[in-house]
């Protein structure tokens, strides 16, 4: 039994049965958390946080000692990759990130490097060895990183409050020095989820958080490909091609049946998808990890405990789902209403 609970999530990956459905939550490590608010302000900053072995640990243990979650996952942040290849990566506060050297030129691309995991980017794989450590086999650890396209909407120096018309210009005027920046991204991220696997993380996911602002046709040219080499890498290596892994396209439910043949695992879906319609569409080929509305946490513990109730009804008796939310936590989420969501998904989806 106690096996079983260690691997919920793990063979809930696999399509394997299990007893109750696993849930773990994206951005569960945070700042709706007070404990996570103290331990950022003595590192000073978010990155310093990232940076410390010992406090991204300590951070990323802290939703695990309040809730009972089947998964922990790495702290860190996806904006790593490109900080590591000298863009300067800081936050502004109510801005979200920004870089000190946004790419500017096709010069700027064709001067990238793709950086080494255990060099320039040797503090996550250290704080996947620290959190492993403390963590032992209580349960599993995600490993991540984001989609090539993702991390190009960053680093071309645009994001949601740009309307994303620096990255699209670049993908209308010079679609070939994208495709590069993509490819080297694509590099960077087979050898940063290598050295997290190395490491001891139990399976990967890829955050494509903006593969849904592209068009059916794009998505299929700027991000799926390159997030398919990330998955084929990683399945031609003998170290690493057990690790299961998982897709999350944000606005990605146009075109889940590409993500599921893809290669992955499992495929994440936001809240605007019904899991019965995404189950059905894409059958046995993966698993589905999803998909309560993040403001739904702001309900009352009745309708958060209904909604549960109906995901958990929509996606049906079936293997292969891991409850999740489908987009990360809000900053200004009541903690106790996590509380209440894991409790109700455990509750209702105990298999007799
Ligand atoms: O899920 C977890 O608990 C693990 C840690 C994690 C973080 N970011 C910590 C973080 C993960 C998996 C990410 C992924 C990430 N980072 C994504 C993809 C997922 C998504 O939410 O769409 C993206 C797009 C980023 C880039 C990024 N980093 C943004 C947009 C922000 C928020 C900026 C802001 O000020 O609102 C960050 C910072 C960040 N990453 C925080 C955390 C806890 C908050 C920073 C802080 O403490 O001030």
Redesign the pocket.
């Known amino acids: 039994m106690r096996q079983i609970e260690q691997d919920r999530f793990l063979r809930a990956l696999r399509r394997l049965p299990v007893d109750r459905t696993p849930i773990w939550l994206?951005?569960?490590?945070?700042?709706y958390l007070p404990e996570y608010r103290e331990t950022?302000a003595r590192a000073g900053s978010?990155m310093a946080l990232c940076q410390n072995p010992e406090l991204a640990c300590e951070v990323t243990l802290q939703p695990l000692e309040r809730y009972d979650l089947d998964a922990a996952?790495?702290?860190?942040?996806?904006?790593t990759i490109p900080d590591a290849m000298g863009l300067g990566l800081h936050?502004v506060e109510g801005e979200?990130?920004k870089f000190h050297h946004p790419i500017r030129t096709v010069q700027d691309i064709e001067r990238l490097g793709v950086p080494d995991p255990e060099r320039e980017l040797a503090y996550v794989p250290a704080a996947v060895r620290t959190i492993r450590q403390a963590l032992g086999h209580r349960l599993p650890l995600i490993g991540?990183c984001?989609s090539p396209w993702?991390l190009a909407v960053y680093m071309l120096g645009g994001g949601s409050h740009t309307g994303f018309a620096t990255i699209k210009s670049w993908a209308y005027q010079q679609p070939e020095a994208l495709h590069l920046l993509l490819a080297i991204l694509a590099d960077a991220c087979v050898l940063y989820l290598q050295a997290q696997i190395d490491a001891g993380v139990d399976a990967v996911m890829l955050?494509d958080?903006w593969g849904g602002v592209l068009s059916a046709r794009d998505y299929q040219h700027f991000s799926l490909p390159y997030c398919q080499r990330i998955i084929h890498a990683l399945a031609a290596s003998p170290a690493h091609q057990h690790i299961p892994s998982i897709l999350f396209t944000?606005g990605g439910g146009l075109w889940l049946e590409s993500m599921a043949q893809s290669g992955v695992s499992a495929v994440g879906v936001d809240w605007t998808m019904n899991l019965c319609d995404a189950r059905m569409r894409v059958g046995h080929q993966v698993a589905i990890q999803g998909n309560l509305d993040p403001s739904c946490l702001f309900a009352s513990p009745a309708r958060i405990e209904q909604e549960v109730q109906m995901i958990l009804q929509d996606f049906g008796d079936y293997p292969g789902h891991i409850f999740n939310l489908g987009?990360?936590i809000e900053q200004h989420t009541p903690p106790e209403n996590v509380t209440t969501l894991v409790e109700a998904v455990k509750r209702f989806s105990v298999r007799g």
């Open positions: 994206m951005r569960q490590a945070g700042r950022r978010f996952i790495l702290f860190s942040d996806i904006l936050f979200g990130p991540f984001g993702t955050f958080t944000k987009h990360g």
